[in-house]
């Protein structure tokens, strides 16, 4: 099992940056993908980026290519979401959540994913 806490929400405006971070621990954390979720207010839960286990080909959700960056520190067993020109559409609660690297599925499906964070809340005002 891998237990995930995240941190760094908040309230920022439009254009500000904020950096998640992705605490885990439980198992080892290099044998498993990263990905970070985002879930707004009455909708579904969306994907936003993963990372490899291996740490390279990492991947976005369109709407946030060019301002999210995702990484990884194996050796801290910690995952980071770096936002910057954040929009209010980015609102909502952001998740991280792992899979092991032998699982397969799209790196952009919820279901392929079997731990989950508490989540943290990023507010963007306009």
């Known amino acids: 099992q891998v237990q995930l806490v995240e941190s760094g929400g908040g309230l920022v405006q439009t254009g500000g940056s904020l950096k998640l971070s992705c605490a885990a621990s439980?198992?080892?954390?290099?044998?498993?993908?990263v990905g970070w979720f985002r879930q707004a207010p009455g909708k579904e839960r969306e994907f936003v980026a993963a990372?490899?286990?291996?740490?390279?080909?990492?991947y976005y959700e369109d709407s946030v290519k060019g301002r999210f960056t995702i990484s990884r520190d194996n050796v801290r067993n910690t995952a980071y979401l770096q936002m910057d020109s954040l929009k209010p559409d980015d609102t909502a609660v952001y998740y991280c959540?792992?899979?092991?690297?032998?699982?397969?599925?799209?790196?952009?499906?919820?279901?392929?994913?079997?731990?989950w964070g508490q989540g943290t809340q990023v507010t963007v005002s306009s």
């Open positions: 439980g198992r080892t954390f290099n044998s498993y993908t």
């Open positions: 990372i490899s286990w291996t740490g390279v080909s990492p």
């Open positions: 959540t792992v899979r092991h690297r032998s699982v397969g599925g799209s790196f952009t499906s919820e279901g392929t994913y079997k731990y």
